[in-house]
């Protein structure tokens, strides 16, 4: 019985299978440890605390809070998430004056004058969050017209 040598593309072959797998193996590990690694520190003693002054700054307000206190300390965490990313840049303010709009999808579609509540609860979650950037906020919504729409 002889044995055959194997060809070139045998073993490139073979090489790209290998490498293959090791990327693949690479990746999951990643992603595992990426999994692991997003919830913790979301949950914690400080989230917990601004979650709670948040609620009670809501409260003050006259503002509804979820029941569920995790639902706020999931989602702001302890930096208050995406909130306080960019809160008075262009595109936040053009998401902003987006929403408030009369609800029309094409040719009737006008922006309204809406209630200042409305706007009072990024104002809160910016104040316990990260009060630096409350300023650039309120410069903006200031420029927006209130009046009372909102019945209590």
Same mark, same amino acid.
């Given at each position: ?40 520190? &979301? ?6 605390? &601004? ?21 706020? /300390? &999931? ?19 053009? /998401? ?36 630096? &950037? ?19």
């Amino acid at each position: 019985m002889t044995a055959t040598t194997p060809t070139p593309a045998d073993t490139e072959s073979r090489t790209a299978s290998r490498l293959n797998w090791l990327v693949a193996g690479v990746v999951i590990v990643l992603c595992v440890i990426g999994l692991i690694t997003w919830n913790s520190g &979301k949950n914690n003693a400080e989230a917990q605390q &601004k979650a709670q002054q948040l609620t009670q700054k809501f409260e003050q307000a006259g503002l509804r809070v979820p029941q569920d206190q995790d639902i706020i /300390v &999931k989602s702001l965490g302890t930096d208050g998430g995406a909130v306080c990313d960019n809160p008075a840049n262009a595109l936040g303010k053009a /998401v902003q004056n987006d929403m408030l709009t009369n609800g029309a999808d094409f040719v009737g579609r006008r922006p309204v004058i809406v209630d200042r509540r409305l706007v009072v609860g990024e104002a809160l979650i910016l104040e316990t969050y990260c009060p630096d &950037k409350l300023a650039q906020y309120q410069d903006r919504i200031n420029e927006l017209k209130y009046d009372n729409t909102i019945k209590p």
